[in-house]
């Protein structure tokens, strides 16, 4: 199976042509809204973040950001920063440059001479840049070249017996053809992560998985806390599940049967063409896409029971349920019902190869109805407070 | 009519898949084999039921693995739900 994509200069290939107009902190979000909005073409995002962190939140917050300028759905970057931010321009331009040699603008407001003047350079360079990147012409590749992002949010027990195991069926099958899956979510391997440190494809990726969820446990600890204490969320329970350890056994098959072969901390780039792999991430579903869109996701499937409307800035975010009353009541949010599994009309395997054909489809152009609906939220995880 | 399913032979819950009234059965398929018990209480749709008696403190099983402990003794046909079971952190390094 192949797919019509865009080639970038550092050799990545996009399913999207945008061009981001990147916040560098919360005070250059709104100037970034008001640029994107004049623009057709140009995306932008909310960034609470960008300054009063401390240097490992900071780094959190680097990394969402290069990442997603990286990101080969992402034609080129205009940053705006306000100018006396913690994220520097500077900062924020090598830590771009590091992932990729994509084109680059920068505005920062307080040099430019306020809102308005650094408005009118950010919309004329996003405009010059829209026009660049729509001369591009498709190109056909194999589905190799695609990493795609798995999520599970408002979960209820058809996450764990249907819409969960058709995901991992699609990332088995895109591992097959030598793509790369990322299954994420950390909080989420909670109790079965004695099942996923088993797949580890070394000793090394075991230790690394079972770290990562004490090193969560830990970091909750040091303020008195415990995961358990809002997770499951009272949708969850209301669903029926009953405990994280229920939700966990659920969560983890996204990540289908293959081994993982490697384990990345948040937003870190992924390395393309490496099978199955770990992202570190939280259970909150905005800030886990943000990170597996930072780490290189073009795509995004995401399955939820209770049913949301989530999407991304930047990358199209397919939504599956296996819980029938719930497609039909979202069907305007869900691009697929998983449900047929449960009532034994269709098997996880072949909805899987349907959902295969979507994300190639989606891979091709296709919007999603988060995409057509214009759902572009996210969030970008923290380590502590801001100071 | 089944109206539950079970995911492993060793589970003692099943998930209801279709809304369940009191006194009637619930049945599901396990090992290629009809079973089925009544149920003490109305189980909504997509929660759980006990297939068997699960005594307070021995665990819940479902996906084959330990989702829980019962916080009471739990009949079988009766709810399983936060009511009635406990999240325990188990050590599952080894």
């Known amino acids: 199976m192949t797919f019509y994509g865009y080639k970038r200069p550092d050799g990545r290939v996009g399913i999207r042509n945008y061009v981001l107009i990147l916040p560098a902190s919360v005070c250059a979000s709104d100037t970034t809204r008001i640029v994107a909005q004049q623009v057709n073409g140009a995306v932008t995002f909310n960034n ?18 290069a990442g997603y300028a990286a990101n080969p759905n992402v034609y080129a970057t205009v940053v705006v920063s306000l100018g006396c931010e913690n994220c520097q321009m500077d900062l924020v331009v090598d830590a771009i440059k590091a992932r990729t040699n994509k084109p680059i603008r920068q505005v920062i407001i307080q040099e430019a001479g306020g809102t308005i003047k650094a408005v009118d350079m950010a919309v004329r360079y996003a405009k010059e840049l829209v026009a660049e990147a729509s001369m591009l012409q498709k190109q056909e590749f194999p589905m190799s070249e695609l990493i795609l992002g798995t999520e599970c949010g408002g979960s209820d027990p058809t996450s764990g017996l249907a819409a969960n195991p058709v995901i991992g069926q699609l990332s088995d099958l895109l591992v097959a053809d030598g793509g790369t899956s990322i299954l994420s979510e950390t909080t989420e391997f909670i109790g079965a992560e ?24 830990k970091a909750l600890a040091l303020v008195g806390e415990e995961v358990r204490n809002g997770n499951p969320s009272p949708g969850n329970k209301a669903g029926g599940i009953t405990t994280l350890e229920e939700k966990s056994l659920g969560c983890i098959h996204k990540g289908g049967h293959a081994p993982v072969n490697a384990v990345y ?43 949301t409307p989530t999407g991304n800035p930047i990358v199209p975010v397919i939504k599956i349920t296996g819980n029938k009353l719930t497609f039909a009541k979202m069907e305007d949010n869900i691009d697929l019902d998983a449900s047929p599994v449960i009532y034994g009309t269709k098997t996880v395997e072949e909805l899987g190869g349907e959902l295969y054909q979507m994300v190639q489809e989606v891979a091709c152009g296709k919007q999603t109805k988060a995409e057509t609906l214009g759902f572009t939220e996210m969030a970008i995880a923290r380590v502590c407070n801001y100071v | 009519m089944r109206n539950a399913m079970i995911i492993d032979g060793s589970d003692n819950v099943v998930i209801a898949i279709e809304p369940i009234a009191k006194g009637s059965d619930v049945e599901y398929v396990v090992d290629g084999k009809a079973a089925r018990f009544t149920a003490l209480e109305d189980i909504t749709i997509y929660h759980k039921a006990a297939r068997r008696d699960i005594p307070a403190g021995s665990p819940v099983v479902k996906y084959g693995q330990h989702i829980g402990v019962a916080a009471c003794d739990i009949k079988a046909g009766e709810h399983v739900h936060v009511h009635n079971v406990t999240s325990h952190r188990e050590n599952l390094d080894n």
């Open chain 1, 194 to 217: 004695h099942i996923l440190a088993k797949r580890a494809a070394t000793p090394e990726v075991h230790d690394q998985i079972l770290g990562i969820v004490h090193r969560y446990e």
């Open chain 1, 265 to 307: 901390d948040y937003a870190k780039q992924i390395t393309a063409k490496s099978g199955l792999v770990v992202m570190d991430t939280p259970g909150n579903d905005p800030s886990s896409v943000a990170a597996m869109v930072a780490g290189g996701a073009q795509v995004v499937v995401f399955s939820s029971g209770r049913g």
């Open chain 1, 48 to 65: 609470q973040n960008g300054c009063s962190q401390v240097a490992p939140d900071q780094q959190l917050t680097m990394d969402v950001m």
